[in-house]
């Protein structure tokens, strides 16, 4: 069964720091692009940020360019999301899922991990 289990999450100050981490299983991991999502209160889920197979091609919402950097080590079938300069409107819930511009697993979403920023 494909799983995406995020953590990382908490709450931290405008202008911190988080790394949110996505642990997969059922699924052969280091043939698949990986993306990050959000979900703020009362609004859908939004893109954030793909990352290709092999690490190569990246790509990013412009709200997170320049302040996100997603990664993957395909070795522990993990993709990460470093966020910098964390701002009130960053505040979301987190999810992971396979693909590129669209989740591969879309009946498959995780639980998510919820970021909060505030002072």
């Known amino acids: 069964q494909v799983q995406f289990v995020e953590s990382g999450g908490g709450l931290v100050k405008p202008g911190g720091s988080l790394t949110l981490s996505c642990a997969t299983s059922?699924?052969?991991?280091?043939?698949?692009?990986m993306s990050w999502y959000r979900q703020a209160p009362g609004k859908g889920r939004e893109l954030v940020a793909g990352i290709s197979a092999d690490s190569f091609g990246r790509n990013y919402a412009d709200f997170a360019h320049g302040r996100f950097t997603i990664s993957r080590s395909n070795d522990k079938n993990t993709a990460y999301l470093q966020m910098d300069a964390l701002r009130p409107e960053d505040t979301a819930t987190y999810f992971c899922?396979?693909?590129?511009?669209?989740?591969?697993?879309?009946?498959?979403w995780g639980k998510g991990t919820l970021v909060t920023v505030s002072s």
């Open positions: 059922g699924f052969h991991f280091r043939s698949y692009d």
């Open positions: 899922n396979a693909g590129y511009y669209s989740a591969a697993f879309g009946n498959e």
